[in-house]
């Protein structure tokens, strides 16, 4: 009997249909001469409803055994089911226990639970409600991701992890050494030597995959990344995690406008498909977790982003009739509470933010004819603040020469960089989309920490 995914027996199944099914036990409630187990196999939030009368083989035993997450295969035929809320329901006739879950000590009970003790059981907390809505949702977008990019034909390219450069001249890199624990004297006196360099070189877990991807468009045209990359800030915010998925497209022959159009064009797509693919996770979100997700997701799908530069936002700043924290100056960089304001209370829908004066962004950005400003653009999300950043790149050789002079780092380390300057440059453009942030602002969890699976921060990297 070949296995059936539960949400499709809950669509289509009909009554008299033999099933077998194999999940784990989310309730097991017991009556006279008879019992209900609720299963769940992961492919939607629904459990299958299991009847178990006390005809059923060694039906003793089996109910001793079937206890909250308990891993279980059923077979039965499907049956009308008299309960409210439930079309359908199977009635068993044979039950094997894989394994069984002690209920004295599984630790997920039928209480809702803390995201905090969640966290503190991240192998186990996939099998809630509301990770696993998590979990489905990030892989719809994901596979939005990929098909958005793929039906524009842009290339798919894997850029390093361990890799030399800065991309963003931040200095928040994490260091790789080759040190080899066979090497590592089994003497508990020794000190290891943990300064040892990659094989003689300075090497980093990559902080983009932005100026690799630049190499391969200069030969693609259009192509993008999608892979982890890391950051050594020591920030806990519910925003910020040392790893975390990052998506950069990079265009060949493409101007900051055709960028932001692109992030616009993206966004709306990302939406509107997981909206199609996940509706009943999206709806439980709208319920359980905040109940503006779906009117954002419409928000996105059919309206325009607002688009205002950077001195504009400035100016809007200032007028704001509320004090912030951190000072509205000409030059600085906008903090969060600023992007919040501008997206959630001002404008109510994301914003593009583009212009930044150069004092504040990265090398690689161009200048722009004011030489006071580059073609960069943030697009800034309500409740989350920045969930992409982009720009034009400096195409002209000697002017990125002189900006990465100016900014302390030495052009010869960049030499291939500066290589595409002098063969064949074009005028291009790319951005970066926070993966964690967008599953976060899709789904409306409060912190980053509960939209990937194992979250590494520098309070937690359990395993
Ligand atoms: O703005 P960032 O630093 O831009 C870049 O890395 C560019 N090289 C991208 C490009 O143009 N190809 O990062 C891009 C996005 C941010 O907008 C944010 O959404 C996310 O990455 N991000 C983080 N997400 C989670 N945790 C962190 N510590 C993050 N830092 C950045
Ligand atoms: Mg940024």
Redesign the pocket.
């Known amino acids: 009997m070949v296995t059936q995914r539960i949400v499709e027996l809950l669509r289509n199944g009909q009554p008299d249909e033999s099933v077998t099914i194999k999940g784990w036990v989310r309730t097991k409630r017991e009556l006279k001469g008879f019992a209900f187990i609720e299963v769940n196999d992961g492919s939607s939030m629904a459990n299958l409803q299991v009847v178990l009368n006390s005809d059923l083989p060694e039906y003793e035993a089996v109910l001793k055994q079937v206890n909250t997450g308990a891993s279980v295969e059923v077979t039965g035929v499907l049956v009308e089911s008299p309960a409210k809320g439930q079309r359908i329901e199977l009635k068993a006739s044979s039950v094997k226990v894989y394994g069984e879950a002690d209920p004295e000590k599984y630790p997920l009970q039928k209480k809702r639970h803390s995201f905090e003790f969640l966290r503190e059981i991240g192998h186990l907390r996939s099998r809630t409600n509301t990770l696993g809505a998590v979990f489905r949702v990030r892989n719809a977008c994901a596979n939005a991701i990929h098909q958005f990019f793929q039906e524009r034909e842009f290339l798919w390219v894997h850029t390093p992890i361990i890799t030399a450069s800065d991309?963003?001249g931040a200095g928040e890199l994490f260091t790789v050494t080759n040190l080899n624990l066979k090497d590592v004297p089994k003497t508990d006196n020794q000190e290891i030597d943990f300064s040892q360099d990659f094989f003689g070189r300075r090497a980093y877990l990559t902080?983009?995959g932005?100026l690799e991807a630049e190499v391969m468009a200069m030969a693609f045209s259009n192509v993008y990344t999608f892979g982890p990359t890391f950051?050594a800030?020591n920030?806990n915010t519910s925003?910020?995690?040392a790893e975390?998925w990052?998506v950069?497209p990079e265009m060949a022959f493409c101007d900051l406008q055709g960028d932001m159009d692109l992030a616009e064009e993206f966004l709306r797509y990302i939406f509107k498909s997981v909206l199609e693919k996940c509706p009943e996770d999206m709806e439980f979100f709208n319920q359980r977790i905040d109940n503006t997700v779906l009117a954002t997701a419409e928000n996105i799908i059919n309206n325009q982003f607002e688009r205002i530069t950077y001195t504009d936002a400035i100016a809007l700043l200032e007028k704001a009739d509320r004090k912030f924290e951190f000072p509205v100056e000409w030059g600085a960089d906008l903090q969060s509470e600023h992007e919040r304001y501008l997206a959630e209370e001002l404008f109510k829908k994301p914003v593009i933010v583009s212009n930044y004066p150069v004092g504040i962004k990265a090398f690689y950005m161009r200048l722009d004819d004011d030489e006071k400003t580059v073609s960069a653009m943030?697009v800034l999300a309500p409740k989350i603040g920045?969930?992409?950043?982009?720009?034009q790149r400096e195409e002209r050789l000697d002017v990125l020469e002189r900006r990465i002079k100016s900014q302390g780092m030495n052009p010869e380390d960049l030499w291939w960089y500066l290589d595409l300057r002098r063969y064949g440059t074009v005028p291009h453009a790319?951005?970066?989309?926070?993966f964690?942030?967008v599953v976060q602002f899709m789904t409306g969890m409060g912190n980053?920490r509960d939209v990937i699976p194992f979250p590494r921060t520098p309070l937690s990297a359990e395993f």
């Open positions: 991309c963003e902080v983009s932005q950051r800030e920030s925003r910020h995690l975390f990052m950069e943030d920045e969930i992409i950043g982009g720009s790319g951005f970066g989309l926070g964690e942030r980053i």
